[in-house]
């Protein structure tokens, strides 16, 4: 069973016309038996030899068309017995109108076959009709040997697309396909199974892991239940749309399935979101099934939702129960199969050939070598790579364990010259002008399997890529060699197949013209960067204009930067490598002359569709614009606001918590707030305070929430939105205040935001509302006091950061006499001066406002006392 593009030419070859899907099936026919491939074309089945030596039984008979197909019966004894009738017009190699097939995966087979047989009728006749299908016992009795693990008690069994799963006896079958309602408990689970995508393919549109995937789906759903209500369980053609702006992602983790029913040799992965809308809540686990047998080279998606209305969470049902139920569900999901103690059936000989073609990834090739002990049949060539690399590198004293070199095989002769190996592999296999483009391919897949070698593919963790790249050898001629391996390695190339691959340096592929036309190893230059080999590789090339750090080591050059920006900016460059370039900027943040280089990349990665990657270059902005003026007015001028704002309505909690921190950044400016005010910020920010003001909280999203709208509140205009009514911004965060721990960056931000609140002229009714935190906040102080050592005596136990901003908010309630006396009568006068022998008390910042507080609470509590 397959759809492989790869292994569907192969056999197209032998059928002599294009093919859509091939399966190995058992042909049963006139007291015959013979093992063939039934592939499906567009307007045939061909039966081929499983040497693929030809059609059977002869080049006539082993092409049926569908016009001589009359009818299939499905045996209903069995899960695999199909019946094939053919028509009186069919072939004269058929004595008998019967064909019988057994096939693994009979439903699959019989869908596409299905859907062949209609459109070659459809084109033939110009109108639709359906292929006639039965289902009758074609067996005497049922099948023997049938052997499946039962549902657990309570659970029933449900076959769904090729799979098993158990669910709660409880849901029936809805309208929609894949669809089960539980009405008496007023709960929807769905069901949907993706077709099958080829391993290859993941790469390029960066799916390789289920992480990927699960951001892209949780973009989506967050949409989604922002524009309807998908809880109803009449059905879901009939759920009433409603409008709803709350979405919060109460989970978003990496899953562990916990079974294995069916004895499926694919590898499992799985993630969990968990949705909270105004109309309920959805709880989604998807699933990846990787290595799908036969040909192990595709993966499958699901996705299993259980949906609550939002009525019955907290009463009838809590997240956690919930959760469970799906996590079982989610847990019994396994391939249909006749015996779930036999493994499933491998189409070995074509996975060697796959293997030998060198058409799987790394990670494929690991798991190959670890699950089934397959390797590619060049594993000899690049073990002869490998150790000539190691006797290079023992030869200039620069192996750092020299018995590596006869971990890999006393009976590998190394070479002089590592790269006359794979020279000489292209010389055995000579391509016609034809099929340059062929060549030219096979030599990427050979530098990107040698790379895979060496970077721990044959020796592990005893020699990788970054023990070629470290050392520095003594010699020039040795460098130049260990260069000219990394640049094959890296195989810089045109995305042009055609035409031939050429050295190309990185140096030179900096100032290519064409940049974006260029492609490379991914993985490698990862590596490489990661490293330091390019890094120091383009300084030498800058004849040492590159800065240097205060720690001695090479800063970023300006050559490097502008590699950095166009590998950004490349369609080419995975999401690991553009989240490694970013690591890489932040770690060089201090290079301030290279920003002008790479700020209008990072931009670009902001203006994204992947939230990963935003995530990343928002982090690495942060870490840039601190304390940067310019950076911040360029910032500004690229169009950071709008993109701020889109970003904090993404409903990514690591993405709204980054951005929350840039806009901290950006807010110290007046100008800079004005603009952020005119793109509708704060009704963005009253929002987010809303949904997440009470327990149990995000501390980390809400502590630069709070941090944000208290910078904003710097200005009188802002300050007069923020503090309008309707906004409740007082309560809610005096809600957050006495929920956040004592001591904790969410308890100090918070006092500097209803600091801010109460710092107005105009602020005299927050002051009196703010006044109910005075007990709390000198309580918290006097602790700290209590248990700080003094000033000169070892660091305190002190928060500095946050007793500073519980003073400062004193000062602003100490405005109001109201407030005086309350902390007058809380022992204000003891603590502030217990405070003056901590560390407080030596910093100017905190001692003279100190001495200001103890002064007007003496002064407004004498006159609050006389005015009463």
């Known amino acids: 069973m397959s759809t492989d593009r790869k292994a569907l030419a192969a056999l197209s070859k032998s059928a002599g016309s294009e093919l859509r899907y091939f399966e190995l099936v058992a042909l049963r026919f006139s007291g015959e038996s013979q093992d063939v491939f039934l592939c499906i074309g567009k307007h045939a089945l061909y039966l081929l030899r499983r040497n693929l030596g030809g059609l059977y039984p002869d080049a006539e008979g082993g092409e049926i068309y569908y016009a001589h197909v009359k009818e299939l019966v499905e045996d209903s004894q069995s899960s ?470 205060s720690r001695g080591e090479p800063g970023m050059s300006i050559e490097l930067a502008k590699l950095l920006a166009l590998l950004l900016l490349a369609d080419v460059s995975s999401t690991s490598l553009k989240a490694a370039i970013c690591r890489q900027i932040m770690s060089s943040a201090r290079s301030q002359e290279r920003f002008p280089v790479l700020v209008p990349a990072l931009m670009e990665t902001l203006r994204s569709s992947n939230n990963y990657l935003k995530t990343y270059a928002t982090v690495t902005l942060v870490n840039m614009s601190g304390g940067q003026g310019p950076l911040k007015n360029a910032l500004m001028r690229l169009g950071v606001a709008p993109l701020c704002i889109q970003h904090l309505t993404a409903k990514d909690d690591d993405l709204t918590r980054y951005t929350l921190a840039l806009l901290t950044n950006v807010t110290k400016s007046v100008h800079h707030r004005q603009i952020l005010r005119d793109h509708g910020v704060i009704p963005i920010l009253m929002d987010l305070l809303f949904r997440h003001h009470t327990p149990p909280f995000k501390h980390q999203v809400l502590s630069e929430l709070v941090s944000v709208i208290g910078q904003l509140c710097n200005d009188q205009a802002a300050w007069s939105v923020i503090c309008e009514p309707g906004w409740l911004v007082v309560v809610r965060l005096m809600q957050v205040f006495h929920g956040a721990q004592p001591g904790t960056r969410l308890r100090s931000k918070t006092m500097f935001a209803l600091k801010q609140l109460c710092a107005q002229p105009e602020s005299g009714k927050n002051r009196l509302r703010v006044g109910e935190a005075i007990p709390s906040i000198i309580a918290e102080l006097s602790e700290a006091a209590q248990t700080a050592g003094a000033a000169g005596e070892g660091p305190p136990a002190i928060d500095l950061d946050c007793a500073t901003n519980a003073i400062l908010l004193l000062l602003a309630l100490s405005l109001s006499w109201e407030n005086c006396l309350v902390m007058q009568r809380c022992g204000s006068e003891d603590v502030l001066s217990q405070l003056m022998s901590t560390r407080l008390g030596e910093m100017d910042s905190t001692r003279d406002r100190i001495h200001q507080l103890m002064a007007r609470v003496s002064a407004n509590a004498h006159d609050g006392q006389t005015t009463l």
């Open 80 to 549: 695999g017995d199909l019946l094939i009738i053919l028509g009186t017009n069919r072939s004269s190699t058929w004595r008998s109108e019967k064909l019988f097939i057994v096939s693994e995966h009979r439903r699959r087979l019989v869908d596409r076959l299905t859907v062949a047989w209609q459109t070659d009728y459809l084109y033939r006749y110009g109108h639709a009709k359906g292929l006639p299908r039965r289902q009758q016992p074609l067996r005497s009795k049922p099948q023997d040997g049938l052997l499946r693990v039962r549902p657990f008690k309570g659970y029933k069994e449900v076959v769904h697309k090729g799979y098993v799963l158990f669910m709660p006896e409880s849901y029936v079958e809805g309208e929609t396909e894949g669809t089960f309602m539980d009405r008496d408990r007023n709960l929807m689970l769905t069901v949907l199974i993706s077709e099958p995508v080829c391993l290859l393919e993941l790469e390029k549109y960066d799916r390789e892991h289920v992480r990927w995937v699960a951001m892209e789906y949780k973009q989506h759903a967050v949409e989604h239940l922002r524009r309807a209500n998908p809880f109803s369980t009449q059905s879901l053609d009939n759920a009433q749309a409603m409008e709803t702006n709350f979405v919060a992602v109460n989970r978003d983790a990496f899953y562990l399935k916990r079974m294995n029913l069916a004895n499926d040799i694919a590898c499992w992965t799985a993630w969990e979101l968990c949705l909270q809308a105004d109309a309920g809540l959805q709880i989604t686990i998807l699933l990846r099934r990787g290595f799908v047998p036969p040909l192990m080279d595709a993966m499958q998606d699901m996705a299993i939702t259980l949906r609550c209305p939002a009525a019955l969470i907290g009463t009838v049902f809590t997240e956690a129960r919930l959760l469970e139920e799906l996590r079982l569900v989610a847990d019994s999901v396994s391939p249909l199969v006749r015996d779930c103690t036999c493994g499933q059936t491998l189409y070995g000989d074509i996975i060697q050939a796959k293997l030998d073609a060198l058409l799987f990834s790394e990670d494929s090739l690991r798991w190959f070598d670890k699950f089934l002990g397959r390797r590619p049949v060049h594993e000899g060539e690049a073990r002869v790579f490998v150790k000539s690399i190691l006797k290079l590198l023992q030869d200039e004293n620069a192996l750092h364990a020299p018995d590596t070199l006869n971990a890999i095989g006393e009976h590998i002769h190394p070479v002089q010259e590592p790269l006359s190996v794979p020279e000489q592999m292209f010389r055995r296999l000579p391509f016609s002008e034809e099929a340059q483009d062929t060549s030219h391919s096979w030599k990427a897949r050979v530098a990107r399997y040698f790379a895979y070698s060496l970077d721990g593919g044959i020796l592990g963790s005893q020699f990788t890529l970054h023990d070629l790249a470290a050392p520095s050898l003594l010699t020039k001629q040795s460098q130049q060699r260990v260069a000219d391996v990394l640049h094959f390695l890296l195989h810089i190339r045109p995305k042009d197949m055609s035409l031939p691959f050429s050295w190309t340096t990185i140096e030179q592929l900096l100032h290519e013209p064409n940049f974006r036309d260029y492609s490379f190893n991914d993985r490698v230059m990862q590596a490489l960067l990661e490293f330091g080999w390019i890094s120091r590789r383009l300084a030498r090339a800058e004849k040492g204009h590159g800065r240097v750090t």
